[in-house]
C-alpha cells in the first residue's frame, strides 16, 4: 500500500496522539488530501538530515496517522492533531517533484494479550503517571490489562531517548517492549542518563 511520508525528529505509537504545526507547502498539500480523502499518512523518525528542505533519511519503521484535529493557529500555519493508527515497514518509497516521500509500506500486526502478573508493575506505573499528571486515558480503566496499550502508553511518556523510542515502536511483542523498558529505567537509577 502507498503512504505519504512524514519523517520527523519524534516517534508515534498506535493510539498516541500528537499536535503539528505544517507550513511547508508538500506538507499542506498532503494534509489537504488527506482530509479530503480521510485517509493517513506516515510518520518516521528521522536518521540524518532535518524536518524542512531537503528529504531526510529515515528509519523504515513507523506509524499511520490519521488527523482527527485541525485548524489556522494564530500565526497562520495550519495546526493539525493526529493519532497514531498501525504500524509499518516502508518496503521501498519515491520522492515526488515537490520533495514528499510516498512509501510502499507493509502494516504489522500487534499482539493482543493481556499482562501476566509479573509485569502488572507497568501498569501500576502508567496508572501513577496518570493520576500524577491528569491525563485523560485514566478512563479507559479496562485498557490497563492490555498488554501493548500498557506498553505503547509507557513508551510515549517515559524519558527515553528517541532512538530508544525508536527501537520499542520496532519491537513487535509487548513484554520484549517491558523487559526493554526494564533495562533503561535500571540505567536511569543508575544516573546514566543518556538511555541509548
Given at each position: 500500500?502507498?503512504t505519504?511520508?512524514?519523517?520527523?525528529?519524534?516517534v508515534?505509537f498506535?493510539?498516541?496522539?500528537?499536535p503539528l504545526?505544517?507550513?511547508e507547502?508538500?506538507?499542506?498539500?498532503?494534509?489537504?488530501?488527506?482530509?479530503?480523502?480521510?485517509?493517513g499518512?506516515?510518520?518516521c523518525?528521522i536518521?540524518?538530515?532535518?524536518?524542512?528542505g531537503?528529504?531526510?533519511?529515515?528509519?523504515?519503521?513507523?506509524?499511520?496517522?490519521?488527523?482527527?484535529?485541525w485548524?489556522?493557529?494564530?500565526?497562520?500555519l495550519?495546526?493539525?492533531?493526529v493519532?497514531g493508527?498501525?504500524?509499518?515497514?516502508?518496503?521501498?518509497?519515491?520522492?515526488?517533484?515537490?520533495?514528499?516521500?510516498?512509501?510502499?509500506?507493509?502494516?504489522?500486526?500487534?499482539?493482543?494479550?493481556?499482562?501476566?502478573?509479573?509485569?502488572?508493575?507497568?501498569?501500576a506505573?502508567l496508572?501513577?503517571?496518570g493520576?500524577?499528571?491528569e491525563?485523560?486515558?485514566?478512563?479507559?480503566s479496562?485498557?490497563?490489562?492490555?498488554?501493548?496499550?500498557v506498553s505503547?502508553?509507557?513508551?510515549?511518556?517515559l524519558?527515553?531517548?528517541?532512538?530508544?523510542?525508536?527501537?520499542?515502536?520496532?519491537?513487535?511483542?509487548a513484554?520484549r517492549?517491558?523487559?526493554?523498558m526494564?533495562?533503561l529505567?535500571?540505567?536511569?537509577d543508575a544516573?546514566?542518563?543518556?538511555?541509548s
Amino acid at each position: 500500500m502507498k503512504t505519504p511520508l512524514f519523517p520527523l525528529n519524534t516517534v508515534v505509537f498506535p493510539e498516541g496522539e500528537l499536535p503539528l504545526r505544517i507550513f511547508e507547502p508538500r506538507y499542506i498539500d498532503m494534509i489537504s488530501e488527506c482530509l479530503r480523502q480521510d485517509s493517513g499518512f506516515g510518520i518516521c523518525l528521522i536518521e540524518e538530515g532535518e524536518e524542512a528542505g531537503k528529504p531526510a533519511k529515515f528509519f523504515p519503521m513507523g506509524t499511520e496517522v490519521k488527523i482527527i484535529d485541525w485548524d489556522n493557529t494564530d500565526d497562520g500555519l495550519l495546526g493539525i492533531t493526529v493519532k497514531g493508527q498501525r504500524r509499518f515497514k516502508v518496503e521501498s518509497f519515491d520522492i515526488q517533484p515537490d520533495n514528499l516521500c510516498v512509501g510502499e509500506v507493509t502494516f504489522l500486526d500487534d499482539d493482543d494479550e493481556l499482562i501476566p502478573e509479573e509485569y502488572l508493575n507497568f501498569s501500576a506505573l502508567l496508572k501513577e503517571i496518570g493520576n500524577r499528571y491528569e491525563l485523560p486515558f485514566l478512563a479507559e480503566s479496562e485498557r490497563f490489562e492490555d498488554a501493548n496499550w500498557v506498553s505503547e502508553r509507557l513508551a510515549e511518556l517515559l524519558p527515553f531517548e528517541m532512538s530508544s523510542k525508536q527501537a520499542l515502536l520496532e519491537m513487535d511483542n509487548a513484554l520484549r517492549r517491558f523487559d526493554y523498558m526494564q533495562s533503561l529505567l535500571e540505567k536511569i537509577d543508575a544516573g546514566d542518563l543518556t538511555l541509548s
